[in-house]
């Protein structure tokens, strides 16, 4: 076996080495902030009803494949992403992704709100598991010139971006799944798909309310506000915030009830009226063919061409 | 913080997916069927709590509230918290969908203990029930991050240095949670404490459903 290759590098080098990727990274984060910020900001009068998840009616492949055959592909998709392991085929995952958000016409800014969603826990992985892996035989390890025991392990930092690039691509991928279809039309979906019925219904109700009851925080927050209410750090904060939460739910819950009711009185028996019955072409199934294919071959690339590498 | 997808190894995903479907029909059975569509929109409440950031020094960390999930809603916090991590996806706040079962059985399974907990517990006085909430709020987030680090650390010797810091990263939090569910169930106690009895369990008989409702009666 090969023994762990130590590179001695300068003490000046290795924070090179170290800050460079972060300080991009931090770069780029604060960037995608501001551009998320910017655009949720401008429009002042922000429309509270539930905001269609769905572009436009576009006339992508995305948005004309047939919602179980779409659904499927993908997710059986991503699964097989994330067992990925080595970085070249997850990068070949993340151009994939890339070109999938062309293709489905996706919202720039949505993507980009998923992106900002998962940095920090990947970025955790980036910074963390180069100098935390242990160092095993045949590894090559940079350490400072004098400091043994901070070591900058290339087998962590191959690893981490791994998971980087498969995370990214999955996060990303969820965007045409889930957005080129109105919600209920995915959801009624996945009932055909054999998810019980129950679940969609509830997950249309809470994302219906779940706008409702921001609304709702929203108008308590700015009422706070009015009466000079500053968040710090002490437990006059906790305490203000407890009881804001008191509230919300003390409200919510009781909306709840009187929601309920209302369904009720307009005759709800555990059912929704089904959005249109939703037909299967040759092409659908051909799309999910190609789609479950490209997975499969990136699969087999990563077990039996990656050898060595990563 | 959430596991993002292609963290976990296949085994642990498919497991996770694998409990958490076990839990989640469990939940369900423990919740009145009639009562799921409440569930969900109370679940929308929960999601917004979530959304509030509490200022942490230079820093500001956001609520998990696995433990007041629990406390308030009994065995059907599972379902609320599965729920939730599918809001997620949907609403752009998180990746992927390969690892929700893995999330689910991460916040979850602290909300069910912490409903145990709470109801066991909490006893007839206010600051008692305050001081129960307080520390089941404590117990979830604490327990969601230790399950956080096990999970991580299932990937093997490489990911311990990265469990070590996720679990590191959550005491502040475990404080802050502790302390802002104390205040909450204290807020409770005092302006409807029926709340504080679990509302949607099987069996249970909740305060809102005193006349017996019969579907047949409409139209």
Request: proline share 5%; glycine share 10%.
């Amino acid at each position: 076996m090969a023994d762990v290759v130590h590179i001695v590098l300068p003490a000046w080098q290795f924070a090179a080495i170290l800050a460079g990727p972060l300080i991009l990274l931090a770069a780029a984060a604060a960037g995608l902030r501001f551009l998320v910020r910017r655009r949720s900001v401008s429009g002042e009068d922000r429309d509270w009803s539930v905001p269609p998840l769905a572009d436009s009616a576009g006339a992508t492949l995305f948005h004309r494949w047939d919602v179980r055959c779409k659904i499927t592909a993908l997710l059986a998709y991503s699964f097989l992403v994330a067992a990925l392991e080595h970085v070249t085929p997850t990068l070949a995952a993340l151009a994939v992704s890339l070109l999938a958000l062309v293709l489905a016409r996706s919202s720039l800014v949505r993507a980009l709100t998923r992106l900002l969603a998962v940095t920090g826990f990947l970025v955790m992985f980036l910074v963390v598991m180069p100098l935390s892996a242990p160092a095993l035989p045949g590894d090559t390890v940079l350490v400072i010139d004098g400091v043994d025991w901070l070591g900058f392990n290339l087998r962590g930092l191959y690893k981490a971006l791994a998971i980087a690039c498969k995370g990214v691509a999955i996060a990303l991928l969820m965007e045409p799944l889930l957005t080129t279809a109105p919600l209920p039309v995915t959801l009624h979906g996945l009932t055909r798909l054999g998810i019980p019925d129950m679940v969609g219904q509830m997950v249309l109700l809470s994302h219906r309310y779940l706008h409702v009851f921001r609304h709702e925080a929203e108008r308590m927050a700015a009422g706070m506000r009015v009466r000079g209410f500053r968040k710090r750090t002490d437990i006059e904060t906790l305490r203000a915030v407890a009881n804001f939460l008191g509230m919300l739910f003390v409200r919510s819950f009781e909306r709840t009830e009187r929601v309920f009711d209302a369904m009720r009185a307009r005759g709800y028996r555990g059912r929704f009226p089904a959005p249109e019955e939703p037909r299967m072409q040759a092409k659908d199934l051909l799309l999910t063919g190609a789609w479950l294919a490209l997975g499969i071959t990136l699969i087999l690339w990563d077990r039996f061409f990656q050898q060595g590498s990563g | 913080m959430h596991i993002s997808d292609g963290v976990l190894p296949m085994s642990v995903t498919v497991g996770g997916y694998a409990a958490s479907a076990a839990l989640a029909a469990w939940s369900a059975r423990r919740t009145r069927s009639e009562t799921l569509p409440k569930v969900a929109v109370v679940t929308a409440a929960f999601f917004v709590a979530s959304l509030i950031h509490i200022p942490f020094g230079p820093t500001s960390v956001h609520l998990l509230i696995p433990g007041l999930a629990g406390a308030l809603l009994g065995p059907s916090a599972f379902l609320a918290v599965g729920l939730g991590l599918l809001l997620q996806s949907i609403l752009f706040q998180f990746g992927g969908l390969t690892a929700l079962g893995a999330n689910a059985l991460m916040m979850g399974v602290p909300a069910l203990i912490c409903g145990v907990f709470f109801q066991r517990l909490k006893g007839r006085t206010r600051s008692r029930q305050s001081i129960v909430g307080g520390i089941a709020g404590a117990l979830g987030t604490a327990m969601a991050a230790l399950i956080l680090a096990l999970l991580l650390a299932a990937g093997g010797e490489d990911f311990f240095g990265v469990a070590k810091i996720a679990l590191a990263a959550h005491v502040p939090v475990i404080l802050i949670e502790g302390a802002v569910s104390a205040f909450t169930i204290g807020f409770l106690a005092r302006v409807k404490p029926e709340m504080l009895e679990p509302v949607f369990a099987s069996g249970a008989d909740g305060t809102h459903d005193t006349a017996p409702r019969d579907p047949s009666a409409h139209g």
